[in-house]
C-alpha cells in the first residue's frame, strides 16, 4: 500500500516519561506504517528544557504559529521533587501554561465515549466538551505572603500616572494576598473561539462565572460574552438551530450533572481546570479525554489531558508490565492529522485518522482494552487486559483489516 503524503509538517512536541514511551509506540505501530509522516520536532521532554533553558518550549510554540498544527506530549511540571530527581537549574514552568500564553486561545476537551464504559452520571448520554479559557486569573497572579499587622491596597497607575487606589483589607497579622488580572482581548477571544466552535460543532454553549460575588471581574466576562453574542453570533445560532445560554457557576454545575450531555460548557480558566478533570473521570477515565487548544488566529494543539503517568513509568523502569491507556495521545495525533488534512486539503490523511479513530473505539467494544478501562467495563463480552503496546497492536489488526 502507498503511504499518505503530506505537504505541511505536523509541529510535534514530545513529552516525558510514560507518555513518551507511548508516543514512539503510536508512530512506530499506527503512524509511520501507513503514513509518510512530516513533522518538525521539539523535545519538549525535561531533560531537553533543561539542557536549552527552556528556549525549546518558546520555539515550540512559535512553531505552532507558523505552520498551525501541532501535537503535544504530556510533559512534567518541575516542582522541588522534580528539580532534585532531574538535577534542574532552576523549577521551569509549565511547558502548558508557556505554549498558552503564547497561542492565547481556549482549550476544549472531550470525553471519548464508547459502548460498555457507562458514566457514572447515568443520565449522561454524550459527551460535555469543556472550553477552558487558557489564560489569566490565578495562572498569572501575583503572590504575596503578608508577614503581619498592615493596610494591604490596590493600586492603578494610569499610562497618563494618575493613580487609583483601592483598600483591599486591613491586616491585623499575618495572612495572604493574591493579584490577577485578565484582559478584554483574551476574553474576547474566548468568546469568539467559544461561539466558533459551537456552530463548528453545532451544539449548545453554556457558559458560567461568579459575577454576582465578583461584580467587576467575572461581571465583565459576561459581559463581554452577551455583548459579542448579539452582535455577531445571535443569527447565526438561531440558523443552526442551537442556543448560547449565561447562568451562575453553580447554577451551571447542578444543571450539568442533571443534563443528558451534548453540550459545550465555558469556562473561566480555573473552574475549566478542575471542572474538567471532574468531568472525564465522571465519563470514564482521564485517559480517555481529548483536548485541543484553540487560538483566537485559529492555531491548533492538539494534546492528551492527562499527565505523564510517572507511577506507572517508575513501574515500568523496575521491568514489570503496565497497562497504560495510550486513546487520549492517540487522538491527539488523529485530531492534529485530521486538521492538517483539512487544511492541506488532504482528504486521504484526514479519512485515515477518522478510520484511526474508530479501529481504537471497535477495539474497545469488543473488549480489549488498557486496565483502566477493564476496571470500569460494562460490555457484553468479558474484558480483555493488554498493555498499551498490545492495545495499539490490537488498533493496528483492525486497520489492516479495513
Ligand atoms: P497523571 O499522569 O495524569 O496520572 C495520575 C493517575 O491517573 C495515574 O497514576 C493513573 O492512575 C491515572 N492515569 C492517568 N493517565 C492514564 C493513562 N493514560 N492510562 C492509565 N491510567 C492513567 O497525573 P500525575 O501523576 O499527577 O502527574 C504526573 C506528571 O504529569 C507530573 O509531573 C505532572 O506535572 C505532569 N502533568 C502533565 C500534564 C500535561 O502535560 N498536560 C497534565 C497533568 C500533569 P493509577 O496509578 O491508579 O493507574
Ligand atoms: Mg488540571
Known amino acids: 500500500m502507498e503511504k499518505i503524503k503530506m505537504t505541511t509538517p505536523l509541529v510535534e512536541m514530545d513529552g516525558d516519561e510514560m507518555t513518551r514511551i507511548l508516543w514512539q509506540d503510536i508512530k512506530d505501530i499506527l503512524l509511520t506504517p501507513f503514513i509518510d509522516l512530516k513533522t518538525e520536532y521539539y523535545d519538549l521532554g ?55 500564553a503564547i497561542l492565547d486561545g481556549t482549550v476544549f476537551r472531550a470525553p471519548i465515549m464508547v459502548k460498555g464504559i457507562n458514566p457514572v452520571v447515568k443520565n449522561w448520554q454524550a459527551p460535555i466538551t469543556i472550553a477552558r479559557h487558557a489564560y489569566g486569573d490565578v495562572y498569572k497572579s501575583t503572590e504575596y505572603r503578608v508577614p503581619g499587622a498592615g493596610t494591604a491596597e490596590l493600586v492603578f497607575t494610569a499610562a497618563d500616572g494618575t493613580e487609583q ?36 460543532t453545532k451544539q449548545d454553549l453554556w457558559f458560567s462565572t461568579k459575577d454576582t460575588i465578583s461584580k467587576q471581574y467575572d461581571h465583565t466576562f459576561k459581559d463581554i460574552f452577551a455583548d459579542l453574542y ?11 438551530g442551537i442556543t448560547y445560554f449565561y447562568t451562575l457557576i453553580d447554577d451551571a ?32 477515565s482521564l485517559a480517555m ?29 523496575r521491568g514489570e508490565q503496565v497497562s497504560t491507556n495510550p486513546m487520549a495521545t492517540l487522538f491527539a495525533w488523529t485530531g492534529a492529522l485530521a486538521k492538517r488534512g483539512e487544511l492541506d486539503n488532504i482528504p486521504a490523511l484526514t479519512d485515515f485518522a477518522h478510520k484511526l479513530e474508530k479501529a481504537a473505539v471497535d477495539t474497545i467494544e469488543s473488549g480489549t482494552m488498557t486496565g483502566d478501562l477493564a476496571g470500569l467495563w460494562e460490555g457484553e463480552v468479558p474484558a480483555c487486559k493488554v498493555t498499551g503496546r498490545e492495545f495499539l497492536e490490537a488498533i493496528r489488526q483492525r486497520v489492516e483489516a479495513m
Open 165 to 200: 487606589r483601592q483598600t483591599i483589607h486591613q491586616f491585623q497579622g499575618p495572612g495572604v494576598l493574591q493579584g490577577q488580572y485578565n484582559l478584554d482581548s483574551s476574553i474576547t477571544s474566548f468568546a469568539r473561539s467559544c461561539f466558533q466552535y459551537a456552530l463548528d
Open 289 to 317: 479525554m481529548t483536548s485541543v487548544l484553540v487560538s483566537p488566529e485559529g492555531n491548533y494543539e492538539y494534546e492528551a489531558a492527562h499527565g505523564t503517568v510517572t507511577q506507572h513509568y517508575y513501574r515500568h523502569l
Open 253 to 284: 454545575v447542578a444543571r450539568v450533572i442533571r443534563s443528558k450531555g451534548g453540550f459545550i460548557w465555558a469556562c473561566k480558566n480555573y473552574d475549566g481546570d478542575v471542572m474538567s478533570d471532574m468531568v472525564s473521570t465522571a465519563f470514564g
Open 46 to 100: 525535561l531533560p531537553h528544557r533543561e539542557e536549552t533553558g527552556d528556549q525549546v518550549t518558546v520555539d515550540a510554540a512559535q512553531a505552532t504559529k507558523k505552520y498551525g498544527v501541532a501535537v503535544k506530549c504530556a510533559t512534567i511540571t518541575p516542582n522541588a521533587q522534580r528539580v532534585e530527581e532531574y538535577k534542574l537549574s532552576q523549577m521551569w514552568k509549565s511547558p502548558n501554561g508557556t505554549i498558552r
Open 230 to 240: 448579539e452582535a455577531e453570533y445571535k443569527e447565526k445560532f438561531e440558523a443552526a
